[in-house]
């Protein structure tokens, strides 16, 4: 095997295991830490990739804004017990198994049907901040508008319900 | 090779930053001993020069002791954090141009990678699970309080960091640090291009180091030591090396983005060239990072602490709003002026 292969087996490896980590700690800080660790491994394969700009990105906003965000929260809350969180609405589980086993079925379709991505090299500058800026701001720019005010949207949307008397 | 001429400079300047952190200790505290009439620590060796020596060792042979309830793991983990990203940070800044060895060039920045703004800014993010991880893991409400007030600050301030950093990238034109600080050249330096942008990076880098004025997380009269209360020995001494690294990497990151780095002014201009001029430009970065650490000192001994919430609004009313119109003053001058 060459370094590649190692170097791509080893980090999903540790992604799919911190991600399991993930969902089954009942401690919530200790989730959020192997949340941590996964998204760390997942900038690594898009290292791996050649994506330098979108791995940093990954870093940058998932591990480094919204994983605090979310330490933050779970800190403030305090949450002591953590096995008094027990699930209390029993339809809700339900419908999540169902929800859950139609996705698995749709992956495991789409994997038996045989994954072939583009192959060959990339072109040079490929996943360059440069390469990234000309296809969001040209080829897909009023994609990119229309998301970036919908993300506004949702903004202003969230200080108006968290403010009682809207000035 | 080129392995091993990366590792001779990475312990090269880890060395260098490790050493000039402790003096930059020493250097705190005989500043304010001047600012406060009084003598300062002046007894161990010629004007205490050895004293950070003295310190070292204390911390070493102190015991280690950790709260009973105290989670152990993340404990351990919370200052190793902090000092590896305050350290791993300096490693995309350019600290001189190039210099030639033995018929090699060599660049003097660890590493030449071309998204180094955004390493950094990932790299200054990360820098709050330390503080956060070591509030939480203490088990103890001053702790877990000065830890909570660490999050809060440093998310509302990286924005305001990163945004004013936008103006700079538009001028240089790239992420490269080693081209931001070529474009820097003569008198050219950002500082002139970006004043404001300049105001709000460095009120930012203050905020993101925990320094006075905008140290809450660690208010003394309020909650005892912040989020290092229930730390001693050799981890807190990590955490005391982490604060002071995290100093120089500011200032050092504050001099490449708009101090012109390790640019001389008409350098050219006095003949100078080859390793001789390497030499000097090095010595010209060296000596604008000590200046503006000195300036984070005296800053610390004379500005009075800021209260909470005016640190929040003041994060969030005034430099935020301002690092954008400086972003939009600059797209408009680039395309106007071109």
């Known amino acids: 095997m060459d370094f590649e292969r190692i170097f791509f087996f080893a980090t999903a490896g540790v992604a799919v295991v911190s991600g399991i980590l993930t969902i089954t700690r009942r401690n919530p800080v200790q989730s959020v830490l192997f949340l941590i660790v996964n998204f760390f491994c997942i900038a690594l394969l898009y290292l791996g990739l050649h994506a330098q700009f979108l791995a940093i990105i990954q870093i940058l906003v998932y591990a480094g804004a919204i994983m605090v965000l979310f330490l933050f929260v779970i800190m403030l809350l305090n949450l002591g017990d953590e096995n008094t969180l027990e699930e209390k609405s029993g339809y809700r589980k339900y419908i999540a198994v169902v929800l859950a086993a139609v996705v698995l079925v749709q992956i495991l379709t789409v994997v038996a049907g045989g994954v072939t991505g583009p192959t060959g090299t990339a072109a040079a500058g490929f996943g360059t901040v440069e390469a990234l800026g000309e296809t969001l701001f040209r080829e897909y720019l009023l994609q990119f508008e229309a998301t970036s005010v919908l993300l506004l949207a949702a903004l202003v949307g969230v200080i108006v319900i968290a403010k009682k008397k809207v000035i | 090779m080129e392995t091993l001429i990366d590792i001779v400079k990475i312990v090269t300047v880890m060395g260098i930053l490790l050493g000039v952190v402790a003096y930059v200790v020493l250097l705190e505290r005989r500043v304010a001993a001047a600012i406060q009439n009084r003598i300062g620590p002046n007894r161990v060796g010629w004007q205490g020069l050895l004293q950070p020596l003295a310190d070292v060792v204390k911390l070493v042979m102190k015991e ?275």
């Open chain 2, 64 to 338: 280690d002791i950790v709260p009973r309830n105290a989670h152990r793991f993340l404990h351990d983990l919370a200052p190793i954090i902090s000092i590896s990203i305050a350290m791993t940070t300096f490693a995309v800044i350019p600290f001189g141009d190039s210099i030639t060895l033995f018929g090699r060039t060599i660049k003097l920045q660890i590493a030449d990678i071309n998204i180094g703004v955004l390493y950094i800014l990932a790299m200054t993010s990360l820098g709050v699970y330390g503080v956060t991880l070591s509030g939480w893991s203490s088990n103890s409400k001053y702790s877990l309080l000065g830890g909570l007030r660490s999050s809060a600050q440093m998310l509302s301030y990286e924005i305001s960091m990163g945004l004013a950093v936008i103006g700079v990238i538009m001028i240089a034109g790239s992420l490269r640090l080693d081209r931001i600080v070529e474009m820097q050249s003569g008198w050219m330096w950002n500082i002139v291009l970006q004043p404001i942008g300049f105001i709000t990076f460095t009120v930012a880098a203050f905020a993101e180091t925990n320094r006075h004025p905008f140290d809450l997380p660690e208010a003394e009269p309020e909650l005892v030591g912040g989020y290092h209360t229930e730390y001693s020995g050799l981890k807190f001494g990590l955490f005391f090396l982490a604060e002071y690294s995290n100093m120089v990497v500011a200032s050092a990151l504050i001099t490449t983005l708009f101090l012109g780095g390790w640019q001389i002014p008409y350098a050219a201009e006095m003949g100078l060239s080859g390793n001789l001029l390497s030499v000097l430009q090095v010595g010209a970065f060296c000596a604008k990072v000590l200046l503006l650490v000195l300036f984070f000192i005296i800053v610390r001994w004379t500005i009075p602490r800021f209260r909470y919430d005016q640190l929040m609004s003041l994060g969030w009313k005034v430099m935020l709003p301002l690092a954008i119109l400086n972003i939009l003053a600059t797209g408009l001058a680039i395309l106007l002026i071109g």
